[in-house]
Structures are given as structure tokens and as C-alpha cells.
């Protein structure tokens, strides 16, 4: 059974060691007290890159049989390059899959590095804790931002938080400043910046009590959301989509069903599913792992 090691990058890193498409063991977490939330953010990118090879070399334990290191992190990601992270601003441009590598190999632990982005991690650990993994599934992450994750992996952008769902002028909310993008309405961050004297709690809270303003917000949030999948199911076809995140709280299934299937009517797009489940870091942590032994790069 092959043996490789998942990484998440994202407020502080988590790694864990997958064996036969499940994690053994415990799930190692930098830095260790989980209130710090910006450990990482002020770090070069290259001590990210050696703090990244402090945890395959703590977790692998000395172990020879590590096939591959797969990490997920927030951002566009292509060939081992960051091509964009708002998250982590210092990664942008970053050969981190090649950088990785390199400073593994000096330290003498030769084995395969594959870069993802987080929500196509998240993506393979849900297929594979659901039982999926001969399927297709996508993923939405409702969070600060919009995350589109896909299983199997296939090379791409995939920024599917950016789907166009409106062509009004004045839906300028998305942090990436594009116009009219599914997260510029659903996203945390563009509620907040929408609403200025409503938190999105309230917006939604609001609505449930009659409030008109954020009545018809809630119907345009669950039509943006139903249109951004409606896309997807045109051009991959239908299928399982799992929804995941911070604000599934706020979601009516009742409601997205009903405008998904207004928006989808040719008969055989229409067995498509969607289904909450709780957001689990260990899932995209064990994600990584997997994609990771699936799609194995060339050592550096």
C-alpha cells in the first residue's frame, strides 16, 4: 500500500499521513495553540518552504516509504507554481511544488511533491470519506471566500468562486475586484462589505423575521449559488455536490433546489444531489495525501 503524507496550508499548517486512501495516526497542527491565526502570513515564502520540510521530516519519522507529499493551499495553483494567493500574499509567484523538493533532497528524503489547490484536496478527502472515490464530486466551501473543489483531479484553474452570476454593474463586491462573481454576493467578506451596519448573521437573521432588503439578499445569495452550480452541471454534467464551510448555516436546500431546478432542465443534467457536511480540515489534509499518490511529479 503506498504511503504519502498530506499537507494543508492555510492559517497554520496540518499534516498527516495517509495509507490506503485513510489517514493514520494523529494530525500534526503548526503552530500548536490554534488562536494564532496569522503564524504564517508574515513569514518569506522560502521559511514557509523550510517549515513545510520540518513537518514531512517530523511526520515521516524516519520512514523510507513515502512515496509522495501533497499540499493544499488557498489559491491558483498550476505546475507547482502559486500563481495567485490573497491569502498568503508573499506566495504569489512561488515555485513552492519545485522549492519543496530541493530542500527535502538536501536533507536527504527523496520522494514526490504535488501542489493543489485546498478546495480540489477537500474535494478528494470528502470522496474518500463518503465512499466516492469511483465518482465525480464537487465541492463549495462557503467561507471568507468561495472555494470550487473537483474529484478526480484534473489540471486547471478551477476558480470557480469567481463564476459570473450576474452581469450587474454594481456588483462590484469580490475581493479580486472582477465584476458580478459568485463570491462577490456569497462570500463572508463581501457581506460584511455589502451590509456595512449588518453582520451576515444578522442579514440572515433579518430575513427570517420579514426584513424586505435582506429577504431579497437571501434570494439573490441562494440564486447566485444555484447558478454558479447550474454551470458546472452544464459543462461537467451532473452529479454529487457537497457543500461545506462557515455559512452552510445560512443555507435553504429547500430554496437552492427549487432555483437549481429552474435553471437545469434538460432532463438528463438533472440528477444532480446536494448534500451539507460538516467542514473538516482532516478531510483536505487527508485530500492532499491522496491526489498526491494519484498524481505523482517528477523529483526536482
Known amino acids: ?137 464537487r465541492v463549495w ?21 469567481h463564476t459570473v452570476v450576474t452581469l450587474d454593474d454594481k456588483e462590484r463586491y469580490c475581493g479580486c475586484g472582477g465584476r458580478g462573481h459568485l463570491e462577490g454576493i456569497m462570500g463572508h467578506r463581501a457581506m460584511r462589505m455589502r451590509f456595512l451596519d449588518l453582520e451576515p448573521e444578522e442579514v440572515f437573521e433579518a430575513a427570517a423575521k420579514g426584513d424586505e432588503r435582506c429577504v431579497e439578499f437571501k434570494k439573490l445569495w441562494h440564486k447566485a449559488l444555484a447558478a454558479a452550480t447550474a454551470s458546472s452541471i452544464h459543462v461537467s454534467g451532473a452529479g454529487k455536490f457537497y457543500l461545506t464551510g462557515m455559512n452552510t448555516r445560512f443555507l435553504d436546500l429547500p430554496m437552492l433546489d427549487n432555483y437549481l431546478h429552474q435553471m437545469v432542465t434538460m432532463s438528463p443534467l438533472q440528477g444532480f444531489s446536494m448534500e451539507i457536511v460538516k467542514h473538516s480540515s482532516t478531510a483536505a489534509v487527508l485530500g492532499a495525501g491522496i491526489i498526491a499518490g494519484m498524481e505523482t511529479t517528477p523529483r526536482q
Not at 504511503?3 to 490506503?20: F, N, Q, R, S
Not at 495516526?25 to 513545510?52: C, R
Not at 513515502?66 to 498568503?88: Q, S, W, Y
Open 141 to 161: 466551501t462557503l467561507g471568507l471566500g468561495i472555494g470550487y473543489g473537483r474529484y478526480p483531479f484534473l489540471e486547471g484553474v478551477w476558480e470557480g468562486g
Open 1 to 137: 500500500m503506498a504511503k504519502t503524507i498530506g499537507i494543508m496550508l492555510g492559517e497554520g499548517i496540518e499534516a498527516g499521513v495517509v495509507v490506503d486512501n485513510k489517514l493514520t495516526g494523529e494530525i500534526s497542527h503548526f503552530p500548536e495553540d490554534p488562536s494564532e491565526t496569522d503564524a504564517l502570513v508574515e513569514k518569506p515564502h522560502e521559511d514557509l518552504v523550510e517549515l513545510l520540510c520540518d513537518r514531512v521530516i517530523d511526520i515521516a519519522a524516519g520512514a523510507t516509504d513515502v512515496t509522495a507529499v501533497g499540499v493544499g493551499l488557498p489559491g491558483l495553483v498550476r505546475n507547482g507554481v502559486v500563481e495567485e494567493a490573497p491569502n498568503l500574499p508573499q506566495l504569489k509567484g512561488a515555485k513552492v511544488q519545485q522549492t519543496l523538493c530541493a530542500a527535502l533532497h538536501k536533507r536527504g528524503f527523496e520522494t514526490n511533491v504535488k501542489l493543489v489547490n485546498d478546495a480540489d484536496a477537500m474535494a478528494a478527502g470528502l470522496a474518500a470519506q463518503h465512499g466516492k472515490l469511483d465518482h465525480m464530486i
